[in-house]
């Protein structure tokens, strides 16, 4: 830590998102509010990530949901999530997303890092954070997947891209779209630059959210089309879909 850091922090101390406790170092949550956080344990269903319950788990079989069992045609390889996404972990999220909380990035990547532990053995190429319109960047200052990107990349020394997906055109807020109008809201608003980068390649793409999947879902057909071998997701936290 550097003199001026040491300072800082005794002028303005860090303080926990959630609660306002003073934190002995910039991480961003205290370890009360960690433990309150609902993390996704396993068992979950190897392909898609969803908690299974009380089910009797045997080493190394892999286990699926219904879901998964009977369709077997998912957009993703894998996917992963480090929590459910309720009333308590929003504010975790919007406060890193919209509030400047970047200090959140290095633990939600660690969370993220243990939650995609079957993904990393599975192998992973390159690591692609779900981009922002360059004018919606512009007005936020930072893209949130990305930071969570390079911490990922840190941690498991996998390449981290965010040239070769590109949002291309702006969309309205996901959240104002229902349905089907999802998805039609974000036809074509991603595209690839430098394809043969991604060529053959296992690919994780990796956001703060997966709700109803849609964004990643355009992510995943561009990628593919570009010639990405396979697609993984990984999300910090997650509805339960
Ligand atoms: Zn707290
Ligand atoms: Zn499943």
Redo the contacts with the bound molecule.
Sequence with gaps: MTIWHKILNFILPPRCVICGKILPEDKGLCDTCIREIEFLKSPV?H????PLGEVAAEDNVHL??G??LQNKRKPFRLSRSAFAYDDFSKKLILDFKFYDHTELASLLAKMMFVAGNEIFKSGVDVIIPVPLHYTRLIWRKYNQSSLLGKELSELTGIEVNNSVLRKIRRTKSQVECKGFARLKNLQGAFGVKNGQLIKGKRVLLIDDVLTTGSTLKECTQVLKHAGAKSVDWLTVARTSI
């Design positions: 269903c392909r898609c990530g969803q699926l949901c879901q998964c």
